[in-house]
C-alpha cells in the first residue's frame, strides 16, 4: 500500500534544503481513446490521480466516464492512448493491475445467497489469500464496514446499504492501493450515502488508499478532492471544485420570460453583457447579481416572469464548458 503522506512530504522538505520530488501519480492517463464501432465514447483524455487523493469522473450518462472505468478496471481495452496504475499499462499488465486494485461496480456482484463471511472468503481465494490469515483479514473488513454482527447472516437479508458496505468489504479485502468505484451510491437512501463517503475519507486519510469515483451527482462530486468534468468523449474541466466554480465568480442568474432570445438581446444592448439561452431561460454571470436583476426588472417591464440568484455551482461550470445543461433530452442511458 502506498505510503505517501502529505505530512511526510512536508517533513521531508523541512529537513533539507534539497528540493522534494513530486510523488508519482497512482493512476495516468495518457491520450486514452475508445470508440464503440462508429461512435467516439472517449477522444483523447488525459489527467493523473495523485496518492492518498479522492478523485471524481463528474458526468451525465453517455458522457464516457464509465468507459473510462471499464478500461482502468481492466475490462475494457482502449482503442488507443494508455492508462497506467501505479505505473502499469492495464492494457498490457491486467494481471499486475489487478492486484493493486479494488473494484466496486455499479452492478451489485455479492451472491446474495451466501453470507458476509462467505462471500469474503470466496472472494479472498480468487486473491490467493487462505487460512488463519483469511480468516483474520474477513473478520477485519466487517468490523471495519460495520458488518461484524451479520457474519454469518445471507445477504439476501441486507438492507441497500449493507449490501454496498459488503461491497466495499470485497474490494478492499487485499490490500489495494487504489479502489475504483462506479456510481458507488445508486440505490442508497441519505443515510447510507453519507455513511459510505465517511467511510472513503477514512481510506483515504488513514490508509492512503487512493480512490477514484464515478458519479452523475453534482453533491458527491463536491466530496471529491479533484474533478474531471467530462461531456462527449472529452474532459472539459479538471481541478478542485471550488478552483472550477471560482472560475465563474460572481453571481449566476436566470430570467423566465415569453421571448428569452429577444429578452437577451434586450439585455446585451441596454447593459453590454454577454447573456445566453438555454433551455428557454436567460443566463447570466455577474458579481452582486441581486443588485442587477432590479435594474433589469426596472429596464423590461412585463417582459420578465420569473427570475432566480444563486452562487456558482458545479452545473454552472459544465454549462459555461459545454454550452448545454448538465442533463439533456439526448442523453444516453450508458456510456
Known sequence: MNSWTPTAEAENQTASSEPVSTPSPVIQLQELRH?????????????DVRPAEIFGLLGPNGSGKTTTFHILSTLMVPSGGRALIMGHDVAKEPSRVRRLIGVVFQEQSIDVKLSAEENLMLIGHVYGLHGAAL??????????????????????AFSGGM???????????????????????????PGARRDLWQYLQILRDQENVSVLVTTHLMEEAERCGRLAIYSEGNVVALGTPEELKSEIGGDVILFEGDEPDALAQHIEQRFGLQATVIDNQVRLEIENGHRFVTDVVEAFPGEIEGLSVHKPSLEDVFIRRTGHRFWTEQDETSD
Open 135 to 156: 480468516k483474520a483479514r474477513v473478520k477485519e473488513m466487517l468490523g471495519r464496514v460495520g458488518l461484524a454482527d451479520r457474519t454469518k447472516e445471507r445477504a439476501e
Open 35 to 47: 470508440q464503440y464501432g462508429d461512435r467516439v465514447a472517449l477522444a483523447g483524455v488525459s489527467f
Open 163 to 189: 449490501k454496498r458496505r459488503l461491497e466495499l468489504a470485497k474490494g478492499l479485502l487485499h490490500h489495494p492501493s487504489v479502489l475504483l468505484l462506479d456510481e458507488p451510491t445508486t440505490g442508497l437512501d
